[in-house]
């Protein structure tokens, strides 16, 4: 995947410059474009995974006019954002279904207080272009690297099982994207289950290609989660940052191929995986209604059944409706 794998540490000085940081859990500061700092000023302490979310604002303007300080970090994976949610480290950041489940399972105070529906193709499991392997039932007694708790582990439970294995049937290895892929193509692993950027990413360059995609596996659910403490404490900010994001989606699909280039520049993968990955990823923000809250709690019952949680979790105190959001 090349030195969009590599996650080397870099300062942004323009509006459409970014940054990637070596380790989960360092954290970067950064003035964003208009902000200025001032004593009393509000700073949200923003998660990112693959600068998609920033990378996002930044090409279509929507950090502009901020009556608050960002201060951005990234991470390579849900992992370790949950893990910087429950410490506090930042006060919200985008995370899929299946890893709220495991932080909130681990104790985490966090909710989500924004749902995003998309099409689950680009959650897959992968393998390398001249494996052998066919179909899922094919991965009984293989290895499948992935992110422990990730979405990734997900449809991998998910495959695994809707083709009649169980879990101990295969052996998961717990790698962060970028061990995985390396795993992967030097043939230590049999498979490698990851989700967008990165599948769109493996399917360009040729290192891989789909075995098992997540459509029809899984409900296609993210979320922008935040901490009890950020929304009791800068809720204002929190919704105007939320209706921003809500904006740049809208903008993002009346403006294809402008987003999809700046895309690729922001977080520094070729066009081709950046429009690949965004077209067919369709994302909506929707209303946190009855069917999101019913899709979670399947997906926290799931978890629960294979084993990876260990008590039920009720969901619907997991979200906060108040925020109004749909696209």
Known sequence: MGNAMNFSTSIAHGSRRRFLVQGASVAAAVALPGAVAAQGRPVLKAGDQKGGLRALLEAAGGLEGLGYDIQWSEFPAAAPLA???????VDSGPIGDAPLI??????????AIGANRSDSYGTAVLVRPDSPLKTAADLKGR????????????????????????????????????????????????????????????????????????????????????TDSAIAAKRPVLQDFMQRVVK????????????????????????EAAKLQFERRQQKWVAIDAQVIAD????????????????????????????????
């Open 248 to 271: 740049a989606q809208l903008w993002s699909y009346r403006n294809v191929d402008a987003y999809s280039a700046a895309l690729a520049g922001i977080i520094g993968i070729p066009s």
């Open 83 to 89: 893990e910087a949610l429950n410490a506090a480290a």
């Open 102 to 111: 495991f932080a909130l399972a681990a104790g985490t105070r966090v909710k």
């Open 143 to 226: 290895s499948i690297a992935t992110n422990r708790g990730s979405i990734g582990h997900y449809v991998t439970l998910k495959a695994i099982t809707s083709a009649g294995l169980k879990p101990e049937d295969v052996n998961i290895r717990f790698l962060a994207p970028a061990d995985a892929k390396l795993a992967l193509t030097q043939g230590s692993v049999d498979a490698w289950a990851t989700w967008e950027p990165y599948t769109a990413l493996a399917e360009v360059s040729h290192h891989a290609r789909v075995l098992v995609s997540g459509r029809g596996l899984l409900p296609g659910l993210s979320y922008l989660a935040a």
């Open 296 to 327: 979670q709690q399947g997906t926290a019952d799931f978890y629960r059944q294979v084993g990876l949680i260990k008590q039920p979790l009720d969901v619907k105190g997991t979200f906060d409706t108040g925020f109004g959001v749909a696209g």
